[in-house]
């Protein structure tokens, strides 16, 4: 919206610090929202990236049309852009005509006394209509043009946040700085510098996500995971609330062994946002470590004659999690491999991998012949071989997987997948002898 005092095309001096304050503050806050109002900020060039980061990152947008502002439509077109659901339009009636491409949206009319101030009391059902209109904004459905007319516009959900710090822009020092610290693997100077950065909520979000994915990165005891977990709390409110943040810090907390914390979050995730293949992966992950806690004390505990597992509940709630989540976007196959890794090592192999199988397989190799594969992509393709029993085929894509490797957590979670089908499959006496070269060259990093 505008800022301060603008006139309109009639002369009329339009306070527009009191249509924030008066009506639209007020609204927001019984929407049980928080308001935030970018200053008027006079940065270098046109655009800047506080503005843009707003723009993009939050929940939820009221934009005043009023006085047609070219800056102000400019931003809406962003936002329209980027987000297909929960911007809320108004204007003042009386006032400049909107332009054609504006006038058929959905906005909201309210009315201005002699002052150029809102009228409180004509206004009264305007506030209440605005309230209305945000809290049904938090129900997702589409109000940007651009994403009813233009059929699964654009792709920007299938953006990976292992792809998140080579795509975003932001201080190539701090950039470099926090490359060398995950290369030499130094937790400690990780906190050096997020102790010298000081006040982190100013930051630019780059700057702050490449702090947290690097914990990822580094972290290996469960109160380095739990640190990463923390850094969440010193984040900028919009920033925080994003998927992209919530899904990460689900994972941190789950490593840090605060798996209902972890389950509560991305289930409520994918209540309010919708299902998503990396949420459900990420769930999955949640059930299959829970499975595996179980599995391991049953394995001491139990006769062999018992019939009675408990610990296959949680694989079976694995299995879905992963399987919806491939369902939900097939072109990624982090979830697909998941899901067909633990049907194999069911007491019984789950027929369903049969057919699963070869989607999976399609999948990753459509998006390495696209260009750019990394280590997952190969560790997928790896993965695939050893369910086929294909030694040359798991020996290549052990070769590739490994010249891929960014993290050490990643070549960990293959080692563990591989393992686990291992000993699934050795249990029901199908012994693969070579399978258990491809782990050990997995934990050296070498072939």
């Not at 010249?403 to 050490?408: A, G, Y």
Request: hydrophobic fraction near 35%; charge should be negative; glycine fraction near 4%.
């Amino acid at each position: 919206m505008p800022f301060g005092k603008k006139p309109d095309n009639g002369g009329l001096l339009i306070d527009f610090d009191s249509v924030y304050y008066d009506l639209i503050f007020p609204a927001i806050e019984e929407a049980s929202l928080k308001p935030i109002r970018a200053d008027e900020e006079k940065v270098g060039g046109i655009i800047h990236k506080p503005m843009f980061e707003r723009l993009i990152l939050c929940e939820y947008a009221v934009v005043d049309l009023t006085t047609a502002n070219p800056n102000v439509f400019y931003e809406l077109g962003v936002r329209h852009a980027v987000r297909p659901y929960s911007t809320v339009l108004l204007y003042a009636e009386g006032t400049k005509q909107l332009p054609f491409d504006i006038a058929p949206l959905r906005a909201i009319p309210y009315k201005l006394d002699s002052s150029g101030k809102p009228d409180q009391h004509a206004n009264e059902k305007v506030q209440e209509i605005l309230k209305k209109r945000l809290i049904e904004a938090q129900n997702p459905h589409t109000d940007s043009p651009i994403f009813q007319l233009v059929e699964g516009f654009p792709d920007i959900q299938h953006i990976k946040t292992d792809v998140f710090r080579e795509r975003v822009k932001y201080s190539e020092e701090l950039k470099k700085q926090l490359a060398q610290i995950r290369r030499e693997k130094n937790i400690i100077d990780l906190r050096n510098l997020v102790l010298s950065l000081k006040n982190i909520k100013k930051q630019e979000a780059g700057v702050i996500i490449d702090i947290f994915l690097s914990y990822r990165a580094l972290a290996k005891k469960k109160e380095e995971w739990e640190e990463m977990a923390e850094f969440v709390t010193l984040m900028p409110e919009p920033l925080s609330s994003t998927t992209l943040v919530q899904e990460q810090y689900a994972f941190a907390l789950n490593r840090a062994g605060h798996s209902e914390e972890a389950e509560k979050i991305l289930l409520s995730l994918i209540e309010k946002k919708g299902p998503s293949s990396e949420t459900y992966g990420l769930l999955g992950r949640v059930y299959k470590d829970r499975w595996e806690k179980a599995y391991k004390k049953e394995e001491k505990t139990k006769d062999e004659d018992d019939e009675f597992h408990p610990s296959d509940a949680y694989l079976d709630k694995a299995i879905d999690a992963y399987l919806k989540g491939f369902e939900t976007d097939s072109r990624d196959t982090y979830p697909g491999i998941n899901a067909v890794t633990l049907m194999e090592i069911k007491r019984e192999p789950d027929p369903r991998r049969i057919v699963l199988i070869p989607v999976v397989k399609y999948s990753v190799q459509r998006k390495i012949a696209m260009g750019k594969p990394d280590y997952w992509d190969y560790a997928t393709l790896l993965e695939l071989a050893i369910l086929a029993k294909d030694k040359e085929a798991s020996f290549n894509f052990l070769a590739k997987a490994l010249t891929h490797l960014r993290e050490e957590w990643e070549g960990e979670t293959t080692l563990r997948n591989l393992r686990t089908i291992r000993e699934g499959r050795e249990k029901r006496n199908d012994v693969v002898t070579w399978s258990k070269k491809i782990e050990e060259a997995i934990q050296k990093k070498e072939i």
